[in-house]
């Protein structure tokens, strides 16, 4: 920014005004109307910055009164806080729901997103590739509501006998543990729902980077004699796999901050607890403020608010690892 | 490797040679045919959710999808009420979008102008691309509880009207309008640019009417897209707006009801206890109005998509 000072400024000060120094000064130089326009855009893009200041600004001075609070103030003003817990011990189980949820969802969403968008940008005909993609996209047109519905109403009863299947065949691993719920309102069905959601944005990602493979290096494969997917395996992943990390990544942010489909699907808890396939063991930061918010007091929505921050925290450093991780690549131009 | 006997000695090179190399390696022939059938099955596996979702919205929201539904509020109507509508949320959606539209647009194209006219390779410029990417990222019910802090401290605590939602909306919108209009505004060949300026046209009317003018298509879409990812935003609204059962037109005073916060209310009302034999009570009437409000969402969401990708192609100027 400083940089461009003097050479706006420079060819200004020596000319005096006129019509000689006009044609001289057009260029660099703005003037009137473009000197207005560059301050309004250049004012839009400090703007966003400003935007993003407010947003923590304006969450930590919300929360301030539940952050500086006694932990036994909060449980005597909110009904539905625990006793004797700080603050820290009431988010601690949300942060963990939280990052479960998120974490369930992408380890399902992940290796069918890369097939995906191999089958997209290798394996379908070239006519139907763009067709196809766009109707993956069109998954992530949804809105998270339907996606609630869907998964409340439809999805839950038919994949509950699933889930049973699992708790008495698959119980001892700790993830399938506990009393399988008869309604298949759990943190599986949740995942499973998430994991459809954050499907198009890592697929987008991933298609954009596996179409950027050096066509030379498949061509060199295949002269090799390697099959389609031993191209794809000595290629196209070694290639793109830090565009990987970071789809996932970005669908990992997109499933933290996920609400509806929590909100409609889970049976909630406030527990540490791998169970997966059990009600009432966990529940995710956002689900919960949508839950408490409209009923809250002052104090209830301090805390609340508090909640939300640790949310932005967590999906600004996770978003910002991704990006980090593309900005890596020069030659990735960065698709979302 | 296997030890499938490689003898067969190549008489003529063509055809039998590569005979000779495919016969070599069956367990490699056998690991792309399963890999490539499990890349078709990841593709089948996605469009399963897309077409169940799809078929329920469609098949059980259709039957209570007519013009009473879509032109009465939920005022006055309670238990199993064979009545109640939508009107107040369509009313209630469309000006809180259009409104968050209305702060978007201007900012995002501008910041957009700002990333592609004036900012290459600035250090602020770099900055802003940052944060775009970053803001992407935040968590739709984030930018609720950032609206709804913002007019806390404006007008004291507990402030619930459709602006709130608007700002609340606007503050994911933006970064979805710069980052499409930034792509398109790209797009628009420097020769254009150039050749405007030598013509002696101020910049910001070469802007105005040369790069703005070649990619309108391109930002028609763009703003689109972001009107239907925000519009089906349920969490932002469902802590700013609130929930009303009668008509609002005023944005600025009062509750007001969305059709996603419309969708979530009455799946959570869920069935309706009624007295045996009481033929005009419904049990499940909240669920039937929450999938045909749904299949109504899912509808203005699709359409919006398709003019969108519409317009690009059919208004795109040719460049190449």
């Given at each position: 920014m400083t940089s461009t000072q003097p050479r706006t400024a420079g060819p200004t000060e020596p000319v005096k005004p006129g019509t000689t120094a006009r044609r001289l000064r057009s260029g660099h130089g703005d003037r009137g109307g473009s000197l207005a326009f560059r301050w309004l855009a250049t004012g839009a893009g400090i703007l966003i910055l400003l935007i993003l200041a407010a947003v923590a600004v304006f969450l930590v001075q919300r929360a301030w009164?539940?952050?500086?609070?006694?932990?036994?103030?909060?449980?005597?003003?909110?009904s539905w806080f625990p006793e004797d817990t700080s603050l820290l011990g009431f988010v601690g189980p949300l942060i963990f729901g939280t990052l479960l949820a998120a974490a369930v969802s992408l380890l399902l969403a992940t290796p069918i997103a890369?097939?995906?968008?191999?089958?997209?940008?290798?394996?379908?005909?070239?006519?139907?590739?763009?067709?196809?993609g766009y109707v993956v996209d069109l998954l992530a047109a949804i809105p998270s509501v339907v996606y609630g519905l869907w998964g409340g109403l439809v999805l839950s009863p038919i994949v509950q006998p699933v889930w049973?299947?699992?708790?008495?065949?698959?119980?001892?691993?700790?993830?399938?543990?506990?009393?399988?719920?008869?309604?298949?309102?759990?943190?599986m069905t949740?995942?499973?729902?998430?994991?459809?959601?954050?499907?198009?944005?890592?697929?987008?990602?991933?298609?954009?980077?596996?179409?950027?493979?050096?066509?030379?290096?498949?061509?060199?494969?295949?002269?090799?004699?390697?099959?389609?997917?031993?191209?794809?395996?000595?290629?196209?992943?070694?290639?793109?796999?830090?565009?990987?990390?970071?789809?996932?990544?970005?669908?990992?942010?997109?499933?933290?901050g996920e609400t509806m489909a929590v909100l409609m699907i889970l049976s909630p808890g406030?527990?540490?607890?791998?169970?997966?396939?059990?009600?009432?063991?966990?529940?995710?930061?956002?689900?919960?403020?949508?839950?408490?918010?409209?009923?809250?007091?002052?104090?209830?929505?301090?805390?609340?608010?508090?909640?939300?921050l640790a949310l932005f925290i967590i999906?600004?450093?996770?978003?910002?690892?991704?990006?980090?991780?593309?900005?890596?690549?020069?030659?990735?131009?960065?698709?979302n | 490797m296997t030890t499938t006997p490689t003898s067969t000695t190549p008489t003529a090179a063509g055809t039998s040679l590569r005979e000779a190399l495919q016969a070599t390696d069956r367990r490699r022939r056998r690991t792309d045919l399963t890999m490539?059938?499990?890349?078709?099955?990841?593709?089948?596996?996605?469009?399963?959710?897309?077409?169940?979702l799809t078929w329920t919205v469609v098949s059980k929201g259709i039957g209570r999808l007519d013009s009473y539904f879509l032109l009465h509020s939920m005022r006055g109507v309670f238990g199993g009420m064979d009545a109640g509508g939508i009107y107040h949320a369509i009313i209630g959606t469309l000006e809180i979008t259009l409104f968050a539209a209305l702060i978007s647009v201007p900012i995002g194209l501008l910041a957009a102008i700002y990333l592609v006219e004036y900012g290459n390779g600035k250090a602020l410029a770099r900055l802003v691309t940052f944060l775009v990417d970053v803001m992407t990222g935040i968590p739709s019910i984030v930018a609720g509880l950032f609206a709804y802090a913002l007019f806390a401290l404006i007008l004291g605590p507990g402030a619930k009207f459709g602006a709130i939602g608007s700002v609340a909306l606007s503050v994911l919108m933006i970064p979805v309008v710069i980052r499409s209009s930034e792509e398109m505004l790209r797009l628009v060949p420097n020769e254009l640019r150039e050749a405007s300026l030598a013509l002696g046209v101020p910049r910001w009317l070469t802007i105005i009417k040369v790069v703005l003018r070649t990619s309108v298509a391109g930002l028609t879409t763009g703003v689109m897209l972001a009107i239907a990812r925000v519009i089906g935003e349920t969490a932002p609204l469902l802590l700013t707006v609130g929930v009303v059962d009668s008509i609002n037109f005023n944005l600025f005073e009062g509750r007001m009801m969305t059709l996603p916060v419309y969708v979530y209310r009455q799946y959570a009302q869920g069935l309706v206890p009624c007295t045996d034999g009481d033929a005009s009570c419904i049990p499940d009437i909240n669920l039937q109005r929450a999938w045909a409000a749904a299949l109504t969402l899912f509808l203005i969401v699709m359409v919006l998509n398709l003019i969108g990708r519409l317009v690009t192609r059919l208004f795109a100027p040719k460049i190449r």
């Open positions: 009164p539940a952050l500086t609070a006694d932990p036994s103030e909060l449980s005597d003003a909110i890369i097939g995906i968008a191999l089958f997209t940008s290798h394996y379908a005909p070239r006519r139907l590739a763009s067709a196809l049973e299947f699992l708790g008495t065949y698959l119980g001892w691993i700790p993830f399938f543990g506990g009393v399988v719920s008869p309604t298949g309102r759990v943190m949740v995942a499973v729902v998430l994991a459809v959601m954050i499907l198009p944005i890592i697929t987008a990602i991933c298609r954009e980077v596996f179409l950027q493979t050096p066509r030379l290096h498949e061509e060199a494969a295949l002269a090799l004699g390697a099959t389609q997917w031993e191209v794809v395996r000595m290629a196209v992943l070694p290639f793109a796999r830090s565009g990987i990390v970071s789809a996932a990544m970005l669908g990992l942010g997109r499933a933290l406030f527990l540490y607890s791998f169970q997966l396939l059990a009600a009432g063991q966990q529940q995710t930061i956002a689900a919960n403020i949508a839950a408490q918010f409209p009923e809250a007091n002052q104090t209830g929505v301090a805390t609340l608010i508090a909640t939300g999906t600004l450093a996770v978003n910002m690892a991704a990006r980090a991780i593309v900005a890596r690549r020069k030659d990735f131009s960065g698709a | 490539r059938v499990l890349i078709i099955a990841a593709f089948v596996l996605a469009m399963i959710p897309l077409l169940s």
